[in-house]
């Protein structure tokens, strides 16, 4: 099995299929105006099935497409059939807004996407306005129910917790997700990209927000289903769900980080808050082999020591303090969650 210098194996790809998205959500693309990337330098459905087979045969068993908004690339139900037809792939996940399932969740199902995890940061539709700067909540919902109704189950629902933004719908949203049967998961406030502005006092901790929640719905013990997980999952003590904390900030799992990232453009990432990736899109359209772009593959992650979540708490916790704009990152519009 592949791994790099911690030991970390290689066995989650994430693949950003555009950076365009339909929102502008203040924590990940808070200007109004981008420059894309040119159509024609985004990987191909086959460019990205060729590399996914690759990857598989190195270790990958589970597969996530994001973007952007993974919806507004044209007929992706094409290339979910087309990862569905690799050997060894055993997952294929979908991250969305939700504000096209109405039209799309049924092919998706039909085409073989296993998972729908679909990011909805508040039930307001005053405050969904401004945090996205589109009106589109009631799209949002109906997306989700239509994702139920095809048969997706669970469907997660990602939450990302800003203080003084939206940390006062907390239980609304467990009230929600446990009247519909979602299973909701809590994003620490992180500092991705280099334009969100983030500052650490905006920060709502796992702990706060499980203490928030635990007076009024206890849950059980939680822990992580794999050990690689970002997530740690807690039940409900009356057996009503669960809800999960990705605390990149306060409790960071750099240690067990098995994930490699697929920008829309076709470079190899091995970090969220990574500067710069590998161009395999290069390789491939200069006619590289198999073998060739898996050894480019395999060294770069044999060399992989990323642990900026775990040096970022390190930074905090120091009298130095931390500084976000210490490096410059890639964009999520670009790199994909």
């Known amino acids: 099995m592949l791994s790099d210098i911690y030991r970390r194996e290689l066995r989650d790809l994430r693949i950003s299929v555009t950076d365009r998205c339909n929102f502008r959500c203040t924590y990940c693309m808070p200007f109004d105006e981008y420059v894309w990337i ?59 807004n939700a504000s096209r399932l109405v039209e799309k969740a049924d092919s998706l199902r ?23 700067k589109r009106e589109d909540l009631p799209k949002v919902l109906n997306g989700i ?4 109704a095809s048969g997706f189950k669970p469907i997660k629902i990602n939450m990302v917790v800003e203080r003084g933004v939206n940390d006062d719908e907390i239980i609304p949203m467990v009230d929600f997700c446990r009247e519909h049967e979602l299973s909701l998961r809590f994003i620490e406030y992180m500092d991705v990209g280099n334009a969100n502005g983030w500052a650490s006092n905006k920060i709502v901790s796992k702990k706060e927000i499980l203490e928030r929640i635990h007076d009024v719905y206890p849950t059980q013990d939680g822990d992580r289903e794999r050990v690689s997980d970002p997530a740690i999952q807690y039940a409900f003590s ?19 980080c098995t994930r490699a990232r697929l920008t829309a453009d076709g470079k190899l990432v091995t ?37 900026y979540s775990d040096e970022r708490l390190e930074a905090l916790n120091s009298s130095e303090g931390y500084n976000p704009r210490r490096q410059t990152k890639i964009e999520m519009i670009t790199l994909g969650g």
């Open 38 to 96: 040119d159509r024609e330098e985004l990987l191909s459905f086959e460019e990205i099935t060729r590399l996914t087979r690759l990857f598989v045969e190195l270790g990958v068993s589970k597969v996530r497409l994001t973007g952007g908004e993974p919806l507004l690339r044209s007929e992706l139900q094409t290339l979910i059939k087309q990862l569905g037809e690799v050997p060894g792939l055993s997952d294929i996940c979908l991250t969305t």
């Open 110 to 132: 039909a085409a073989g996407l296993s998972r729908i995890n679909i990011s909805l940061d508040t039930l307001d539709e005053e405050k969904f306005k401004r945090m996205t």
């Open 145 to 148: 129910f239509a994702a139920k």
């Open 238 to 256: 009356d057996n009503r769900g669960d809800i999960g904390f990705i605390a990149s900030v306060t409790e960071p799992f750099c240690t067990n």
């Open 271 to 307: 970090c969220l808050f990574s500067n710069d990736g590998l161009d395999l899109k290069t390789f491939l359209r200069n006619g590289a082999t198999d073998d060739a772009i898996t050894d480019v593959i395999t060294s770069v992650w044999n060399k992989r020591s990323d642990r």
